[in-house]
T-cell receptor, first 112, second 112 residues
Framework: QKEVEQDPGPLSVPEGAIVSLNCTYS??????FMWYRQYSRKGPELLMY????GNKEDGRFTAQVDKSSKYISLFIRDSQPSDSATYLC????????????FGAGTRLAVHP | DAEITQSPRHKITETGRQVTLACHQT?????MFWYRQDLGHGLRLIHY???????NKGEVSDGYSVSRSNTEDLPLTLESAASSQTSVYFC???????????FGPGTRLTVL
């Protein structure tokens, strides 16, 4: 079993929809949770970062962490065609010193 | 502007050949990482370095080596290329923060 599980999709939604992307994990030591966005044939770029539990909002994006359920989510409101990309969750324990464990990535397509 | 570059962007080689992928960053980051990305597996860590002359094995290090002679560069060498090493390779770097890794554009390697 992988440490981090992520549904690869693809997920196809109409423009303006609310998108929910999720990851589950098995290592209770994970404390840092990140979402990276990767456009086709590009390198990943950091989108959201959360430490421990709770919510974090940045514009149309909201990241949630539920450590009791070992479950993290990324919500995208009012999705746009420019949001079409692969979204990778990544995690790290305290003292992990930047050694990230990535999910497989979910491919999202937002159609006009 | 600071950046991280990879070369070549595309490479085709034959099994058994030695191949070196270059990674160069101008962020002056101490931490550098090499990942491979394959469908269904997300990003998997090959090798990483926390500074000059420091190298460490990651999750999938067999058949790969790195050396760090300066802050800016971390070349990845495939000692004897195998078809199983056909993949997209990403280099990343990070500073002292625990969360953000900056990724290069990737090298698409095909081993025939």
């Amino acid at each position: 079993q992988k440490e981090v599980e992520q549904d690869p999709g693809p997920l196809s939604v109409p423009e303006g929809a609310i998108v929910s992307l999720n990851c589950t994990y098995s290592n209770s030591a994970f404390q840092y949770f990140m979402w990276y966005r990767q456009y086709s044939r590009k390198g990943p770029e950091l989108l959201m970062y959360t430490y421990s539990s709770g919510n974090k909002e940045d514009g149309r994006f909201t990241a949630q962490v539920d450590k009791s359920s070992k479950y993290i989510s990324l919500f995208i409101r009012d999705s746009q065609p420019s949001d079409s990309a692969t979204y990778l969750c990544a995690m790290m324990p305290l003292g992990g010193y930047n050694k990230l464990i990535f999910g497989a990535g979910t491919r999202l397509a937002v159609h006009p | 502007d600071a950046e991280i570059t990879q070369s070549p962007r595309h490479k085709i080689t034959e099994t058994g050949r030695q191949v070196t992928l270059a990674c160069h960053q101008t962020w002056n980051h101490n931490n550098m990482f090499w990942y491979r990305q394959d469908l269904g597996h997300g990003l998997r860590l090959i090798h990483y370095s926390y500074g000059v002359h420091d190298t460490n094995k990651g999750e999938v290090s067999d058949g790969y080596s790195v050396s760090r002679s300066n802050t800016e560069d971390l070349p990845l060498t495939l000692e004897s290329a195998a078809s199983s090493q056909t993949s997209v390779y990403f280099c990343a770097s990070s500073g002292t923060t625990y969360n953000e890794q900056f990724f290069g554009p990737g090298t698409r390697l095909t081993v025939l």
